[in-house]
């Protein structure tokens, strides 16, 4: 059993930045990938990005050279840069990650890019 908690979200400005939290119950090397997804009001959840261990970390072309990825292990934690939002940006945002074979989500923060 595997646990992911978000934090983070919150109400920003258009060209304002978040951060985002994934912390996780277990040991953040044994979750491979670690991923970001988002689901708009009306739309389906999107993939926003995908971080492996010991590969590369895609981003969805909506996002790629505003968000970034990063994790601290020590902390169990990943994180999700999110600089230049747009209102379009605007979502729940999920962390999720496979954990043992089996994939593990987390409840969600709510980000809102409104002026």
């Known amino acids: 059993q595997m646990h992911l908690v978000e934090s983070g979200g919150g109400l920003v400005q258009p060209g304002g930045s978040l951060r985002l939290s994934c912390a996780a119950s277990?040991?953040?090397?044994?979750?491979?990938?670690m991923d970001w997804y988002r689901q708009a009001p009306g739309k389906q959840r999107e993939l926003v990005a995908r971080?492996?261990?010991?590969?590369?970390?895609n981003y969805g072309d909506s996002v790629k050279g505003r968000f970034t990825v990063s994790t601290d292990n020590a902390e169990n934690t990943m994180y999700l840069q999110m600089n230049n939002l747009k209102p379009e940006d605007t979502g729940d945002y999920y962390c999720s990650g496979v954990y043992r074979g089996s994939t593990y989500w987390g409840q969600g923060t709510q980000v809102t890019v409104s002026s």
């Open positions: 971080f492996v261990w010991g590969g590369t970390t």
């Open positions: 277990r040991n953040i090397f044994n979750i491979n990938p």
